[in-house]
C-alpha cells in the first residue's frame, strides 16, 4: 500500500477519503560502523546540524546520537521564542540569519513549525534603560532589522491592560518592539529536521548514549556508545545542559556551568496577549501559545544543577512579575512548570566551532538563546563540520575566546555565570 | 431516554436546611450547603455541561472531583472573572455566578461541532501537515482562526479585586490526604505527640470514605476516625487545602481556598493563601484515581465513573438515572451498583473478567442486580446523552441495552503525581496494573492506595503514620489501628487491547485524543511516551492527563509489543491541581511587587516637591519643583545652580563599607588597582576595582580615618555585590589579613553641598568647623561632633565644582539637611536632583552609568595610568589579555554636538566622516546632556579607538528616530580640565 | 526548596544565600604572575553531575561564606561548614 510522505492539506484530504497511511516521521535504524559525521545530541541544533549537512553539503553519511527520546532537552522544555534584538557585533548578524531560517522553516521542512511573528514588545522602566534599548534598536536598524522604539503612551495604545496604574512598582517608561520575533512550535523543530535529515539519508538513532570518544593519535575518531563503537571522521558535541559532562569525555574543561532554567503555563484562554511582551524591571517574558495558555519564564534558579526540576521560590518570583505587569493575570490559573538544563558562559554566550581536539566540534553554552538560535547554530555547524573552519557568523564564539579576552557579553552582567 | 436526575429526599452529606442560591446562565437555581456546583447543577438537571476542545463533543460531568476533564465553567464576572474552573470541585456558596464556555453561539447548540464531522481530517497532529500554504507567511492567516477557535473560557483583563497571602510552616510530619488511610496516618502520628498537619482538598474529611452510604457503617468508621484526629491538639486539620507540589528539601507548598466564605479583601480577607511548608517527614495518602473505559463514545454525557456515581448517590442524594449500566473490569464499581439498586434503579452489570468472587455475586444477587460476567462494553450511542450500549459478551452476538446511565471503571491508578516531583520516577504493577511510587525517598513514605497498598487502608495508614512519627523522634503510644471493618482498594486487572474503535474511543476527554489518534502516532513513530504527549497533545490538558496517562501508555505498550514496566511513566509537573497566578504572587504586587530602599531624606525630598524616581530598588529625587515642571529642562536650573552658586544633593544610596584593622591598608591595595597604603590619615582618594578577569568592576572614594580605619565609597548599583566581593576574598582566600568588613550603607545619611558657594554655605551651616583649605584641602577628610551628633566631613567633587560630602547618622540626616538648607539660604543653596547629578559628572566627565557597561578594561576608560607598576591587584593578570590590550577598542570620549539644532541621543551609534552609515558603526553614545556652560549638546561615548581621534567629526546616527548627526570627538573633561574649581 | 545548613544559623532557605560556584578550584596565591593558572581558576569549571562542594554566603543571615556538600544530580545536600575552613573540611 502506498504510503503519504508529502504533507499537504491534500494529503490530509486523501487519507481522510481513503484511509492512506502516513510514513513514519523519521526511521528507526541500527547504528552503522562509520560515518563521516557523528553528531552527539538529538536535540534542535543537533538535527538541524545533520539536516544542513545533507541538505547544503551534500554530506548525508552522518549520525545523529541521542541518549534518550529525540528532542528530549531543551528543546520541548523552553518558552518557545524567536527573536533577532542583538546588539553586539556578531550576534546581530547571527540571530537575524537565525530568523531568516526561521521564516522559511515550514516550507523548507514541509513541517508546520507554526511560526507565529506577532512581535516582541521590550519594556523600560526609566530613561537609561530607554537608551540602553535605542542603542540596540538603532544597532538593528543600521543592520537590517525592523524595530520602532515606543514612548509610553505608544505601549500603552498597544497593550493597554498592562499597569500603568499610580502604584505601578516600576511604572513602564516605552519599549523597543521587533514585529518580526515570535513564537514557535517548539516540538515541531525537532520533528521536523528529524524528519527531514531522515529523508535525506540522515541516520536519527534514538536510546544511544555516548558513554567515551575514540581516539587516533592527538585526533578523535569516533564514539564508545551503548549501542557500540561507531567511528566518525568528524564528531560533533551539541548536548545543551550536559556540554560539561560530554567534553569531558574527552578531556576537556568547558567555561561553563549547568543550571536549571524554568518554564511556566497555564491553562489556556480564549485570546488574551497578542505578541511577546519582555518586562524590563527584572528578567520575565510571557506570551501566548496557539493553544491559549500564557507561556512564561524568568531567571535561572541560580545554582548549578542538573535536576531538570525547579526550585519553587522562582514560581512565585515569576507569578510577581506576571501580575506586576498584567494585573489581570491574577485569576489565571498556573498548570505546570518544569525546568531545562541551561549551559551557562561567562558572558552569556555560546561555544561554536572547533576545539582543541582535532576532528571534534563543539556547539554548547547556549545560555537563554539556545531555542532561538536552532537554524543558525545549526546552518553554521553544517558549514564548519563540512569545511573544518568556523563559517563567519560564529567566528566570535570560539571556545578559546577567554583566552584572548573577547567576550560576547551581550547583557554587560560581568564574569559571572550564575548572574548571566 | 433522557437523563433524569433524582434528588432522593433522605441521606447525602447535605444539609437540606440551607438552600443556596446561584445563578448559571442567568438562570437562578437553588442546591443545598454541602453541594459541588457540579451536584448542584445535576440536582437541577443540568447534564450538558460543555464542548470538547477539539471537536466540539457534547460533554456532561464524568467525575466527581479535581481529575473532572470536561465540566470547566466559567465563575464570576467582571473583574472576578476566572475561567476553567471544574465544577466538581467547586464548592456551592450562596450567589455564586456561572456560565458554559468554548461553543458558539451556545453549548446548546455549538456550530464548532463540524470540527466533530470533519473528524478524520483534524486527527492528531494535522496542523504539523498544513496551513502552510500558498505563502511563507500564510500561517500567520490560518492562527488567527485557529487562536479564536483554541483556548477554553475567556479571562479578564481587570485588575484582580481580590487579595492573596502566603504563609510559612513548619511541621514534623505533614500528612497528604485525608482519606481512610491519611486519617488512619494522621491518628497515629498524632497519638505518638509529635506535630502533625493533616492536608485535605475537600471541604470535608474522608476522601473516599465519603462514597459510602450515610447509612452504611463505613461512616460510622470515618465520624469516628474524625472525631480521634479532631480530638489531638497537636494535629492540625486543613480543609479545601490542596498540596501542589513537592519540592527539595521536604518541602510541601499548598493552596487554601477560601473562596466559598466569600472573602472581602476590604477586611483583609485572603481568597487563597499560599503556604511553603518544610516539614520532617512526608506522609503521601493522596489515594487512587479511577480510570474510565475505552469505548466507542465513552464521552457522552450521563457516562460517569462508577465512583462518582456512587459519590452523587451517596454523598449529594443524587441518583442519576433509572436504567443503569455498570461497566467494569475491578470489584470496587459492583458497591455503586449495590447501592444504586437499594434505590429502586433498574441495574445492569457488565464486568470484563471471566468470573468474581462468590459474595461479590451473592450481593448482587440479593440487590436485584442483572450481572453479566465475560461481558465488555463495545460502544455507547446517543447524541447529547446516552441512551444504550452495546454489550459484547464472550462468544455471543452483541446485545444492545438500553440505558440513561453508565457508571465504568478500568481501574485505579495510585494517585503519584505529587510523589513523583521530587524526581522518583513511578514504577509499573504488574499485580495492580497501575504505576505506583518509586523507592521512597529519605523522610518520605505513602500510606494507602497512592502506595498501591493491597492490605487493608487503615492498618496501612496507622503502620506508616506511627512510622513517620517514629522517624522524627516521637516517642508517645501511637496504640492500635482504628477497629472496624477492612477498607481494600479493588484494584483491577491489566486491560485488554482496545486499539482502532471505531466510533471515537476518547482516552483524553479533555483535549480529544482518541485510541486512534494513539495509534496514528505510534505508525508515524511517535512511540516515546513523551512523543506520544507532545505530538497528540494527550495528558496536556488542565486535568494533567489524570485519567488518561495510565490508559495511554497502556495502549501504546500494547502496539509496540513491549512491557508498560519498560516504557516508563510521564513525567508529572507540579502543580498538581491549577493554581491562581495570584495566589502564588500574593501580596508582591502592585506598590509592593519589590522592596523599594528609601534614603533617610525620603520624605523630605516628597514634602518639598522632589519627583522621585526608581535607581534600582532605590527611590531618589529625579528633580526638584523649584527648578521646572519636568526633568527634561529643570535639570538645567539645578545645574546652573551648582556651577554658579551651590546645591545641595541626597547622595544616602552610595554603598558605604567600613574597613577597618591592622591589614586593612593591604586589602584596600589588593582590591584596588591603585594604592591605598600610602593614603595619609585625613585623606580620601578615588579607587578603582576590577573583577577577576580584569573588566572593571566598580569605583568610588576611600577615605582614611585612622591607620586601621578606612571609609570605602561604592556605586549604589554594586554595592551589594562589592561587599559580598569583599567578604569573599577574605573569608576564602586571604585568610590571614586581619581585617573586618562591614556595610554601614544604612547607617549613614549622605548628602553633597556642591558649587563654588558651597564652602561659604557649610561655614554658615557648621560653624564650629575649619573647612579652609589649609584645614580641608582637596581630598580631605575629617571627623567632628556637631550639637552632640558625629559629622564626617569629605571634601569630593562628583560634579567638578568646589564640593563637600556630609555623612551623618542616618536618624540625624533630615535634621543636618534642613540646618544647611536653611543656615545657607542667604547663598541661595536649593536642592538638586538625580539628573542634574548624572549631568555635572558628564559635564567633568567623571565615568558612571551606562559607560561601567561591565565591558570595559581601565584603558577603555581612560583610567590606565591609575593601575600600579609596583603591587599586584585582582584583575591584573587577566587584565593583560591579547584582546583587552589591543589598540582599537571601543574607549571613553567626549561629543560636542556640531549641528547647532540638533541634540545627540543616547544610544546613538557612531561613524566616521566617510563610513556608509550601516552596521555596527565604531562605537556609541552612553549618557547625554545640554551643558549650560558650553550651550551645546554635549555627550559621553565609547569610540573606536577612543581620544587617538581627538578633533575629528563624526556622525551618529539614530534610526530609530531617524536622525544623524554631526558631532566631534573632544576630550570627556568638557569643563575646567585643570581642577581649578576644585582647588577654589 | 533547597535547605542549607548553615553551620551559624541552621537549617535555611537557599533563598537567603547566595551562590558562588566551585569551592574546589584553587585560587592562584595574591601576586601570582601565573597567568595560566588565573585563566583556569576564573574561566573553567569541573560542572560535575554529582558530587560538589560549592560556595555559598549566607547574605540574609551572618553573611559568612560557606563550603556545602551537594550532589548536583539530586540536589540532596550534604555538610557544610565556613570557607574559612578551607575548601576541604
Redesign the interface.
Known amino acids: 500500500m502506498t504510503v503519504l510522505s508529502h ?3 491534500l ?3 486523501r ?2 477519503l481513503f484511509g492512506t ?8 535504524p541500527e547504528p552503522r560502523k562509520t560515518y563521516d559525521v557523528v553528531i552527539v545530541g538529538g536535540g534542535g541544533h543537533g538535527l538541524a546540524t545533520a539536516y544542513y549537512l545533507a541538505s547544503r553539503h551534500g554530506i548525508s553519511n552522518v549520525a545523529v546520537l541521542e541518549r ?5 532537552g531543551n528543546v ?1 522544555r523552553n518558552t518557545t521564542l524567536v527573536r533577532s534584538n542583538y546588539q553586539m ?1 556578531g550576534n ?1 548578524e547571527f540571530f537575524e540569519h537565525s530568523l531568516q531560517l526561521w ?2 522553516l ?2 523548507e521542512l ?3 513549525v ?4 506577532r512581535g516582541q514588545l521590550v519594556l523600560a ?4 534603560q ?10 538593528m ?4 532589522i525592523g ?3 515606543f514612548d509610553r503612551s505608544d505601549v500603552q495604545r498597544f497593550l ?2 498592562l ?1 500603568y ?1 499610580t ?5 513602564i517608561y516605552g519599549g523597543l518592539f521587533q514585529p518580526r520575533a515570535g513564537t514557535v ?1 517548539h ?2 523543530v525537532a ?2 529536521y528529524a524528519r527531514a535529515a531522515d529523508r535525506l539519508g540522515v541516520d536519527i538513532i ?1 536510546n544511544c548514549e555516548v558513554s567515551g570518544f575514540l581516539r587516533d593519535g592527538d585526533a578523535v575518531s569516533g564514539v564508545e556508545t551503548n549501542r557500540g563503537r561507531i567511528q566518525a571522521g568528524r564528531t560533533l558535541i551539541s548536548v545543551a545542559g ?1 556540554s ?2 560530554v567534553a ?1 569525555l574527552a578531556g576537556l ?6 543550571h536549571l532554567l524554568q518554564a511556566f503555563v ?7 496577549l497578542d505578541c511577546v511582551v519582555s518586562f524590563g ?1 527584572e528578567l520575565f517574558y510571557i506570551s ?1 501559545s ?3 495558555g500564557m507561556v512564561f519564564g524568568g531567571h535561572i534558579d ?8 525547579g ?3 522562582k ?2 518570583t515569576v ?6 505587569l ?13 525546568a531545562g538544563i541551561q549551559d551557562m558562559t ?1 558572558d552569556g554566550s555560546p561555544f561554536m566551532g572547533r576545539t582543541p581536539i582535532k576532528n571534534l566540534y563543539l556547539n554548547g553554552g547556549w545560555c537563554y538563546q539556545g531555542f532561538k538560535a536552532t537554524p543558525a547554530a545549526g546552518w553554521c555547524m553544517a558549514h564548519t563540520l563540512a569545511h573544518g573552519e568556523e563559517h563567519p557568523l560564529i567566528r566570535h564564539l570560539a571556545i578559546d575566546r ?6 560576547s ?1 551581550e547583557y ?7 548572574k548571566q | 431516554m433522557t437523563l433524569g436526575t433524582t434528588r432522593l429526599s433522605i441521606g447525602g452529606r447535605i444539609n437540606r436546611e440551607r438552600a443556596l442560591a446561584f445563578r448559571f446562565e442567568g438562570r437562578s437555581l437553588s442546591a443545598y450547603q454541602g453541594d459541588t456546583l457540579a451536584s448542584a447543577l445535576l440536582a437541577n438537571d443540568v447534564h450538558l455541561i460543555g464542548r470538547s476542545f477539539k471537536y466540539h463533543r457534547p460533554r456532561g460531568f464524568m467525575s466527581s472531583g479535581v481529575e473532572e476533564p470536561n465540566a470547566l465553567l466559567t465563575l464570576g464576572s467582571g473583574a ?5 474552573v471544574p465544577a466538581t470541585t467547586a464548592e456551592l456558596y450562596e450567589g455564586l455566578i456561572c456560565e458554559r464556555q468554548n461553543a458558539w453561539p451556545s453549548v446548546e447548540f455549538d456550530l464548532m461541532s463540524i470540527t466533530g464531522r ?1 473528524a ?2 483534524f486527527e492528531a497532529g ?8 500558498p505563502r ?2 500564510s ?2 492567516f490560518y ?1 488567527r482562526f ?3 477557535a ?11 479585586p ?1 487579595r ?1 497571602d ?1 504563609r510559612h510552616a513548619f511541621t514534623d510530619v505533614l500528612i497528604i490526604g485525608s482519606g481512610p488511610a491519611g486519617l488512619a496516618a494522621a491518628r497515629a502520628a498524632g497519638r505518638s505527640g509529635c506535630r502533625v498537619t493533616l492536608l485535605e482538598q475537600d471541604f470535608l474529611l474522608g476522601g473516599s470514605l465519603l462514597t459510602a452510604s450515610t447509612e452504611s457503617p463505613d461512616e460510622d468508621l470515618r465520624r469516628s476516625l474524625e472525631a480521634d484526629v479532631a480530638s489531638l491538639p497537636n494535629v492540625e486539620i486543613l480543609r479545601r487545602t490542596t498540596a501542589i ?1 513537592v ?2 528539601g521536604l ?1 510541601v ?1 499548598w493552596v487554601e481556598r477560601r473562596e466559598s466564605a466569600r472573602p472581602d479583601p476590604a477586611k483583609g480577607e485572603a481568597r487563597e493563601i ?1 503556604v ?1 511548608c518544610r516539614a520532617r517527614a512526608i506522609v503521601h495518602a493522596e489515594g487512587a484515581l479511577e480510570r474510565p473505559l475505552i469505548f466507542g463514545n465513552n464521552d457522552l454525557p450521563g457516562i460517569l465513573l462508577a465512583s462518582a456515581v456512587r459519590t452523587y448517590l451517596n454523598r449529594y442524594a443524587l441518583r442519576l438515572g433509572k436504567h443503569i449500566l455498570i461497566a467494569t473490569n475491578n470489584d470496587s464499581a459492583w458497591a455503586t451498583g449495590i447501592d444504586l439498586a437499594a434505590t429502586g434503579a433498574r441495574v445492569t452489570l457488565a464486568d470484563e473478567r471471566p468470573t468474581a468472587n462468590a459474595s461479590l455475586l451473592e450481593s448482587a444477587r440479593r440487590a436485584g442486580i442483572e450481572v453479566r460476567m465475560a461481558t465488555q462494553l463495545g460502544q455507547a450511542r446517543g447524541t447529547r446523552a446516552v441512551r444504550g450500549a452495546w454489550l459484547r459478551t464472550e462468544g455471543a452476538a452483541a446485545q444492545w441495552l438500553a440505558c440513561d446511565l453508565i457508571a465504568m471503571s478500568g481501574g485505579w491508578s495510585p494517585t503519584v503525581h505529587l510523589t513523583s ?3 522518583v520516577r513511578p514504577v509499573y504493577d504488574n499485580i495492580i496494573g497501575a504505576m505506583v511510587p518509586g523507592p521512597w525517598p529519605a523522610g518520605v513514605s505513602g500510606a494507602g492506595a497512592v502506595a498501591g497498598a493491597r492490605e487493608d487502608l487503615l492498618a496501612h495508614g496507622h503502620k506508616v503514620g506511627s512510622g513517620a512519627a517514629r522517624s522524627v523522634g516521637a516517642s508517645g503510644d501511637a496504640g492500635d489501628p482504628i477497629p472496624g471493618s477492612p477498607w481494600t482498594m479493588g484494584w483491577a486487572q491489566p486491560v485488554q487491547n482496545r486499539a482502532k474503535a471505531r466510533s471515537k474511543a476518547f482516552v483524553d476527554f479533555q483535549n480529544d485524543v482518541t485510541t486512534n489518534d494513539v495509534v ?1 502516532a505510534y ?4 512511540e ?1 511516551l ?2 506520544l504527549k ?2 497528540t ?1 494527550l495528558g496536556m490538558g ?1 486535568d ?1 492527563g489524570k485519567t488518561s496517562n495510565l490508559a495511554a501508555a497502556q495502549l501504546m505498550a500494547e502496539l509496540r509489543g513491549s512491557d508498560l514496566g519498560a516504557s516508563g511513566a510521564t ?1 508529572y ?3 498538581y491541581t ?5 495566589a ?3 501580596r ?7 522592596p ?1 530602599r528609601r534614603t533617610p531624606l525620603h520624605d523630605w525630598h516628597v514634602a518639598n516637591g522632589a519627583t522621585m ?3 534600582g530598588p532605590w527611590l531618589r529625587p529625579w528633580f526638584y519643583a523649584w527648578a521646572g515642571g519636568e ?1 527634561a529642562t529643570a535639570y538645567l536650573a539645578e545645574m546652573k545652580l551648582v556651577r554658579g552658586g551651590v546645591g545641595i544633593s541626597d547622595t544616602s544610596s552610595l554603598g558605604k563599607i567600613d574597613v577597618q584593622g591592622p591589614d586593612a591598608a593591604e586589602f584596600l591595595d589588593r582590591i584596588y588597582v591603585n594604592h591605598f597604603a600610602s593614603l595619609p590619615v585625613g585623606k580620601a582618594r578615588y579607587g578603582v576595582m576590577l ?5 572593571v ?1 566598580d569605583d568610588g572614594t576611600t577615605s582614611r580615618f585612622s591607620e586601621f580605619c578606612y571609609f570605602l565609597t561604592t556605586t549604589t548599583a554594586q554595592a551589594g555585590e562589592v561587599m559580598s566581593r569583599l567578604e569573599f576574598l577574605l573569608q576564602t582566600a586571604w585568610t590571614d589579613l586581619r581585617v573586618q568588613v562591614l556595610s554601614v550603607t544604612d547607617r549613614w545619611a549622605g548628602m553633597s553641598v556642591a558649587g563654588p558657594l558651597s564652602r561659604r554655605a557649610l561655614t554658615l551651616a557648621l560653624p564650629g568647623i575649619d573647612l579652609s583649605n589649609e584645614a580641608l584641602p582637596h581630598m580631605g577628610v575629617s571627623e567632628h561632633v556637631s550639637d552632640g551628633m558625629p559629622v564626617r566631613v569629605l571634601r569630593l567633587s562628583f560634579s567638578g565644582e568646589l564640593a563637600y560630602e556630609i555623612y551623618v547618622p542616618a536618624d540625624r540626616g533630615t535634621a543636618m539637611w534642613e540646618m544647611i538648607l536653611k543656615r545657607a539660604s542667604p547663598l541661595g543653596i536649593k536642592p538638586y536632583g538625580l539628573e542634574a547629578l548624572a549631568s555635572l559628572r558628564i559635564e567633568k566627565g567623571h565615568v558612571a ?2 559607560e561601567l ?3 570595559n578594561t581601565l584603558a577603555d576608560l581612560g583610567l590606565a595610568k591609575m593601575a600600579s607598576q609596583k603591587k599586584a591587584f585582582v584583575g591584573r593578570e ?1 587584565k593583560e ?5 589591543a589598540p582599537e577598542r571601543w574607549s571613553l570620549v567626549g561629543l560636542e554636538c556640531l549641528d547647532t539644532t540638533a541634540r545627540l ?5 557612531l561613524f566616521a566622516k566617510e563610513d556608509p ?5 565604531r562605537g ?3 549618557s547625554v546632556m545640554y551643558s549650560t556652560v558650553l550651550k551645546k549638546s554635549i555627550a559621553l561615548a565609547l569610540y573606536r579607538g577612543g581620544l587617538t581621534h581627538r578633533g575629528e567629526e563624526i556622525v551618529c ?5 531617524g536622525e544623524q548627526v554631526r558631532a566631534r570627538i573632544v576630550s570627556p573633561m568638557f569643563i575646567d580640565a585643570s581642577g581649578e574649581r576644585l582647588h577654589g | ?2 535547605r542549607i545548613p548553615c553551620p551559624h544559623c541552621g537549617l535555611r ?3 537567603e544565600f547566595l ?3 566551585d569551592a574546589t578550584k584553587q585560587r592562584p596565591a595574591h601576586g601570582s604572575s601565573e597567568w595560566r593558572a588565573w ?2 581558576h ?8 554529582g558530587a ?1 562542594l ?1 560556595y ?1 554566603q549566607h547574605v540574609q543571615g551572618c553573611r559568612q561564606w560557606l563550603v556545602l556538600e551537594r550532589d ?4 540532596a545536600v550534604g555538610r557544610a561548614w565556613l570557607a574559612r575552613q578551607g575548601a576541604r573540611s
Not at chain 1, 253 to 258: N, Y
Not at chain 2, 691 to 695: A, F, H, L, P, V
Not at chain 2, 881 to 885: P, Q, S, Y
Request: proline fraction near 6%; include cysteine.
Open positions: 504533507y499537504s492539506a494529503a490530509l484530504a487519507r481522510a497511511s502516513w510514513a513514519r516521521a523519521w526511521r528507526k534518550g527520546y529525540l528532542g528530549s520541548g557585533p546581530t521564516e522559511g515550514s516550507h514541509n513541517f508546520n507554526m511560526l507565529s511573528q522602566h526609566g530613561p537609561v530607554l537608551d540602553v534599548l535605542a542603542r540596540k534598536g538603532n544597532t536598524r543600521l543592520n537590517g524595530c520602532e522604539l493597554p491592560f499597569d496604574s502604584h505601578c512598582r516600576f511604572p512550535r516540538d515541531a520533528w521536523g534514538e550536559h560539561s559532562h569531558r574543561r568547558l567555561p561553563i556551568e549547568s497555564t491553562e489556556p484562554v480564549k485570546p488574551f524591571a501566548q496557539d493553544k491559549g541560580g545554582f548549578n544543577s542538573y535536576t531538570q526540576r526550585q519553587f521560590p514560581a512565585s507569578a510577581e512579575c506576571a501580575v506586576a498584567i494585573p489581570g493575570m491574577s485569576r489565571l490559573r498556573l498548570l505546570r512548570h518544569w561567562p577567554f583566552e584572548r579576552g573577547n567576550g557579553d554587560g552582567l560581568g564574569l559571572w555565570t550564575y | 472576578r472573572r476566572t475561567p476553567n470533519l478524520s481530517v494535522f496542523y504539523y501537515k498544513t496551513f502552510m500554504g511563507r507567511g500561517w500567520m492562527e485557529i487562536r479564536r483554541a483556548g477554553l473560557g475567556s479571562a479578564t483583563h481587570l485588575a484582580d481580590d492573596y502566603t507540589g519540592y527539595d518541602t507548598v499560599l511553603t516531583h521530587t524526581g496514528l505508525e508515524e513513530g511517535y516515546s513523551e512523543h507532545r505530538y497533545t488542565t494533567q513525567t509537573r507540579p502543580p491549577p493554581v491562581s497566578v495570584g502564588l504572587a500574593g508582591s504586587i502592585g506598590a509592593h511587587f519589590r523599594t524616581i526608581e535607581a526633568a573583577n577577576d578577569d580584569g573588566i568592576l552609568g551606562l557597561d561591565h565591558r587577566l589579555r591579547a584582546e583587552l590590550t541621543r543616547g544610544g546613538a551609534i552609515i550601516r552596521g555596527h558603526g556609541y553614545i552612553t546616527a539614530s534610526p530609530l528616530r | 526548596m533547597l532557605d537557599y533563598t551562590y558562588a560556584g585563566y583556569e576564573v574561566f573553567l569549571f569541573d560542572n560535575p553531575k560538589h560549592e555559598w548536583t544530580s539530586t540536589n
